[in-house]
């Protein structure tokens, strides 16, 4: 058998998360043709096929469902490896790969870019918005250093540090402004517009509101935080948004904001990173520039 290499792998590994090759060689920046060159010569080296290929998806064989964690612990060893030998020529973070989800990502990145760049100059940062199981997967396998996400995530191979604590606040038609605000239960009772599943604010606020992810029908999902807003604005429903969304989004909608009375709705935003990390003491330096940078 023919040696494998870590290119391969790496493709392999890309494949294996996307379960889709076009959007596998995207994540790699190779073209899709050579791509599945790449996985069919893994394949034959190994003597068994380890993709089962359908017309829009991919899905492992039972050895690659074997070979997957393998070929993880494989990359992050590598990953990890680079990482001492950057830390132990240079003495300083040099390279950062940091994730971050979609309900944060617009309105903290500009403060977050400058704050590292004045703290690491000539700092190569690479970022990802996704959704928070995505980063935690790429986390895990090596692809991210760390992310910023809600807290708690609750995965006990990572560090997880506070950056931010924010409230919640209503976003209700321009016309309902000078209405009580809600309860709780008269909330549960209006047409509320929420992110689609696989936001982790989406759980947020259907917890704060006590109402069961059954998909009711007076819930209507969006795909973004604008896209509720502008929803809102055109007499749809009623929203809930990150105090940190408000300025941005609200700008050039006609709606108004209200604050609930008593306990506010909340989350705790943070910066996770894997435990074993050898970036694990820079790491804890970033998120102390982080918290300075998301109460500036």
Known sequence: MNNLTFRQLRYFEA??????????????SISQPALSMQIKELEDTLGTPLFERAARQVRLTPFGEVFAPRARDILRAVD????????????????????II???????????????????PG????????????????????????AIVALPVSEPTLTETPLLVEDFVLVRPAADANLPVPSRDALREMRLLLLEEGHCFRDQAL?????????????????TLSTLVQMVGAGIGVTLIP???VAVETASAPVSIA????????R?????????????????????ILRVAAHG
């Open 15 to 28: 494949l294996a998360s996307q379960r889709h090759f076009g959007r596998a060689a995207a994540v790699v």
């Open 123 to 146: 700092l190569d940062l690479s970022l990802r918005e996704s959704l928070t199981q995505t980063l935690l997967n790429d986390i895990t396998a090596g692809r991210l250093d760390a």
């Open 243 to 245: 105090d940190m969304a």
């Open 207 to 223: 917890s704060f509101c006590e109402i069961p992810d059954t998909r009711p029908k007076e819930v209507l999902d969006g795909s």
């Open 268 to 288: 705790t935003i943070g910066m996770i990173w894997r435990r074993t990390s050898p970036l694990a003491t820079a790491l804890t330096g970033v998120s102390q």
């Open 259 to 266: 604050r609930f009375h008593g306990a506010q709705p909340q």
């Open 102 to 120: 979609p309900t944060i990502a617009p309105y903290l990145l500009p403060r977050i870019i400058k704050s590292l760049g004045r703290a690491y």
């Open 80 to 99: 990890e490896l680079s990482d001492m030998a950057r830390l132990a020529q240079d003495g300083a973070l040099t390279r950062l790969r940091l994730g």
